[in-house]
């Protein structure tokens, strides 16, 4: 059950579209303004502590769910189309389809698209993509199988701010994109029809759940991305999961969450890793590539570094690398 109390905001840290950074009675806060609208320090307010309370990966910050500074809030929103359908925070988002429906449906005429299981591995291709090919523009599509606002994302703020995306799609239940998609299939179209996508790289937010279990994991998804890709006429690229680091047997080297998700997709994927590494055939179509050993990745995952874990910057940087050689 969720765990809520009310608080008062003590500072406000920093602002950015879509998100405040606050502390509340001096914890730290996030306040989503698209869905609650802005806070002052002074204010009341109410305040999800769930995560926190369970020692969950948020960072350990709580979300603030209602000021109490205010009897009532509104915001236009962009269209007809909902997200976060049938709870107390739905938000009418709107929809790029609803502007303009792809008919026919565009073919992505060999596009490399790149699949992630992790957000950090978005920041990984968009740094190696940026540096193999600068004029070409790369826009991510946000899934919704991790963090579903994309305002927590410092990752893409920063991206966005360093020009290594031209974009962002949200889809899904995934909300605060530069465009709303509400499927995959249609982020793509909307990436290449309204964003002017000449590459894609899509994967989840932050925040991805995981079991020790075959199937129990968030980066499953990169199967479905696999095969939407391939049946959309595109060229899919997977962003291998490797590490040296992790502690977790199932991790070391190649993870199972790349290898189980290659073995279900039902198309195959193209998978790129550094020059000089063995060569995993048995993940489908093996490309070797030459990573910049001088990448500023500007992200850790696991709370690991391009120091403390090198390979799987490494790898994961491969898939931006092919993708950028890919377009010629």
């Known amino acids: 059950m969720p765990s809520f109390t009310t608080g008062t905001v003590t500072a406000l840290r920093s602002e950015r579209e879509g998100l405040q950074k606050v502390e509340v009675d001096g914890a730290p806060a996030y306040v989503l303004t698209q869905l609650i609208g802005p806070v002052a320090v002074g204010d009341r307010v109410v305040v999800n502590t769930t995560a926190v309370e369970l020692g969950l990966g948020t960072g350990g910050w709580h979300f603030v769910h209602w000021n ?31 502007d303009g429906p792809f008919y026919p449906p565009l073919d992505l005429a060999t596009m490399p698209v790149v699949a992630c299981a992790l957000h950090s591995q978005v920041a990984c291709v968009a740094a190696a993509f940026g540096r193999t ?31 290594l995306l031209a974009a962002s799609v949200t889809c899904g239940q995934a909300f605060g994109g530069d ?32 079991t020790d ?23 899919p690229v997977a962003a291998v999961r490797y590490s040296g680091a992790d502690p977790r047997t199932r991790h070391q080297g190649i993870s199972h969450h790349t290898c189980t998700a290659l073995d279900l997709a039902a198309h195959q994927a193209m998978v790129a890793i550094p020059t000089g590494e063995p ?26 570094s391009a120091d403390d874990d090198p390979d799987f910057f490494r790898y994961s940087a491969a898939a931006g690398v092919l993708a950028a050689q890919l377009l010629g």
């Open 279 to 304: 060569r995993p055939d048995d993940l489908g179509e093996v490309v070797e590539v030459d990573v910049p050993l001088d990448l500023d990745y500007g992200v850790t995952t696991m709370n690991r």
């Open 68 to 98: 109490l500074a205010r009897d009532s809030w509104s915001q236009p929103g962009r269209g007809g189309v909902m997200k976060l359908r049938y709870t107390p925070m739905q938000v009418d988002t709107g929809a790029a389809e609803e």
């Open 133 to 163: 090919a600068p004029e070409r523009r790369l826009v991510y599509v946000m899934t919704d199988s991790a963090a579903l606002p994309l305002a927590v994302s410092d990752l893409v703020a920063d991206l966005r701010s360093a020009g």
């Open 179 to 210: 465009h709303e998609a509400v499927t995959v299939a249609s982020a793509l179209e909307v990436a290449v029809a309204v964003a002017g996508a000449d590459a894609v790289v899509v994967g989840p937010g932050p925040g991805v759940v995981g």
């Open 213 to 235: 279990s075959r199937y129990g994991f968030s980066g499953l998804e990169v199967a479905a991305v696999i095969d939407v890709v391939a049946g959309m006429g595109g060229v």
